[in-house]
């Protein structure tokens, strides 16, 4: 998804809204978007509300229109200017909201739905490619290595980047049997040990443990561990087994 308003706009729009303290005021600014889209908003390490701030309208400015032909992007700018009461700083909030309106929209940015909906668009898929790659309803563990996941692990370690995220989603599959490394490996190096114990686990618990990492996953990063679970059935399927 390309960015819709340039950068150098962006931080403008960022050092107004700071200046106008609107890193209090998220409830307000956020009125009128869907409850749905806002909760895949990412929300921003170490809690501070002008990390908050800048991160919102980030997103915001990848985000396109949603199904319903609502804009986010154009619902906070709106916001904005009926929250800075006319103030002079008002006008970069104007000029953005302009500029926003003014090119014609390209199909390619209606964005990605709620997750409910990514959920019900990609799950027909998922399952078939989990018991597939994991050899759930075989009765027999999968033939996978472990570099065959390399695809799945690396999104996996990017979107579940703790140790407790990590616990949770290994205690949701009820996989057992992992022997993590020492302290404060990295998300990769943990994601590697669960992964490791998987391919040793029943197929069932293989597949669980997959299908709880998809509930800990925002919308994008499904997409994405979607497209890598393909490539990992790509590869089995180009790849002879003895």
Known sequence: MRSRLGPELIDQLIQVAIQLEFYDRRLVLLLRIRRDFQSTMPVARGGRMRDQLVSDLNYLNEAGILSDGSDPLEIWLTNAIDAAGGVQEEEVFRRALAELKQPARDPDDVSRDHPDTAAVQFQPSRNSLIDEITGRGCGVPSRLALADLRPV????????????????????????????????????????????????????????????????????????????????????SDTPRS
Do not use: N, Y
Request: proline share 5%; aromatic share 6%.
């Open 153 to 236: 692990i690396d999104v996996v370690a990017d979107s579940l980047t703790s140790l407790s995220q990590v616990r949770t989603t290994i205690s949701m599959s009820g996989l057992t049997g992992i022997t993590f490394p020492i302290d404060h490996a990295d998300a990769r190096q943990l994601w590697i040990a669960v992964f490791q114990a998987a391919l040793d686990a029943p197929p069932e618990t293989f597949a669980a443990l997959l299908e709880s990492i998809f509930d800990g996953l925002r919308a994008r990063p499904k997409a994405a561990l979607d497209a890598a679970l393909c490539e990992v059935s790509r590869q089995l």
